[in-house]
Nanobody
Framework: QVQLVESGGGLVQAGGSLRLSCTAS????????MAWFRQAPGKEREFVAG????????YYADSVKGRFTISRDNAKNTVYLQMNNLKPEDTAVYYC????????????????WGQGTQVTVSS
């Protein structure tokens, strides 16, 4: 079992930056693929970024490429999402997710989820 807790959300102006963190408890964190999803009001939950185990390959949605960076610190059981040049359309609840195996962009492939953290970008 893996428990995930996100932090770092907040209110930021367009063009600003935030760094989200997701800390995992439970064993074998370093062997899990980690991902960030987001859900805006009235919209489906969508894939944002993923980082694989063991190679650490990263994957991004087209809408965030060049602006967001996903990374992980296995010693701290933590995955990060650095978000730069934020836009109002990035406003959403951001969720951390984990699974064993490769990165998928489909939320149903992920076994473990955090409670979410709100990111609001004002124009």
């Amino acid at each position: 079992q893996v428990q995930l807790v996100e932090s770092g959300g907040g209110l930021v102006q367009a063009g600003g930056s935030l760094r989200l963190s997701c800390t995992a408890s439970g064993r074998d964190f370093s062997t899990y693929t980690m991902a960030w999803f987001r859900q805006a009001p009235g919209k489906e939950r969508e894939f944002v970024a993923g980082i694989s185990w063991p190679g650490g390959s990263t994957y991004y949605a087209d809408s965030v490429k060049g602006r967001f960076t996903i990374s992980r610190d296995n010693a701290k059981n933590t995955v990060y999402l650095q978000m730069n040049n934020l836009k109002p359309e990035d406003t959403a609840v951001y969720y951390c997710a984990a699974r064993a195996g490769v990165v998928y962009t489909t939320q149903t492939r992920y076994n473990y989820w955090g409670q979410g953290t709100q990111v609001t970008v004002s124009s």
